[in-house]
């Protein structure tokens, strides 16, 4: 049961282009969503995050942008640079058993931005 | 600052044998660390929740008496993988999370462990 998805397993883009990742969710618990970049053989990097009762949220070159009737969040990343070339996951924040707050984790987009 | 270190980078070990893995908040305190597991070309997936002072609380499916987690201080966590397989052999990453934000975790580089 995946209640993080991220649909698109890769995408490509042009250099100072726009990239667009999508991420769609199940649980209309979940209170915060989070972007998180990751190079092979490292632990992923935190981006951005939006609050469930926020629509937008802009960092920089990064935005990410939240649909909640659609259960819908998209990370926009403006121009698109060659060293954004990673793969991107989208977590949603909700809890465990023990009451504490967990990460629950998409199966992530392999970005390539081509010079 | 929120800087997260793992040791060791990498480990090969023998069937069998235990491995012991450390994770380490360098700049703040983190009373929740969390560890996770992933395989090639798939995403991260959680093993365990690991609070200071207490018992991990274990995701359904991963064998509690085979990873074993202490959390003995604000800045350390171990994981232990007892009698490790071939199978056991993924890249262990763990993450701490600063108190002040409880939704986001930062990440320590990961740990590569082989099993022979």
């Known amino acids: 049961d995946q209640q993080v998805k991220q649909n698109s397993p890769s995408l490509s883009v042009q250099e100072g282009r726009i990239s667009i990742l999508n991420c769609d969710y199940t649980?209309?618990?979940?209170?915060?969503f989070l972007w998180y970049k990751k190079y092979p053989a490292e632990g992923p990097t935190f981006l951005i995050s939006?609050?469930?009762i926020k629509d937008k949220n802009e960092d920089g070159r990064f935005t990410v942008f939240l649909n909640k009737s659609a259960k819908h969040l998209s990370l926009h990343i403006v121009p698109s640079q060659p060293g954004d070339s990673a793969v991107y996951f989208c977590?949603?924040?909700?809890?465990?058993?023990?009451?504490?707050?967990?990460?629950?984790w998409g199966l992530g987009t392999s970005l390539g931005v081509n010079p | 600052g929120a800087v997260v270190s793992q040791h060791p980078s990498w480990v090969i070990c023998k069937s069998g044998t235990s491995v012991k893995i450390e994770c380490r908040s360098l700049?703040?305190?983190?009373?929740?660390m969390f560890w996770y597991r992933q395989f090639p070309k798939q995403s991260l997936m959680l093993m365990a929740t690991?609070?200071?002072?207490?018992?991990?609380?274990?995701e359904q499916g991963v064998e509690k008496d085979k990873f074993l987690i202490n959390h003995a201080s604000l800045t350390l966590s171990t994981l232990t993988v007892t009698s490790a397989h071939p199978e056991d052999s993924s890249f262990y990453i763990c993450?701490?999370?600063?108190?002040?934000?409880?939704?986001?975790?930062?990440f320590g580089p990961g740990t590569r462990l082989t099993v022979t």
């Open positions: 690991s609070n200071e002072g207490s018992k991990a609380t274990y």
């Open positions: 700049d703040f305190q983190a009373t929740t």
């Open positions: 993450s701490a999370r600063w108190d002040r934000v409880l939704y986001e975790q930062y």
């Open positions: 977590a949603a924040s909700s809890y465990n058993a023990g009451n504490n707050r967990k990460l629950i």
């Open positions: 939006i609050s469930s």
């Open positions: 649980n209309s618990m979940f209170d915060y």
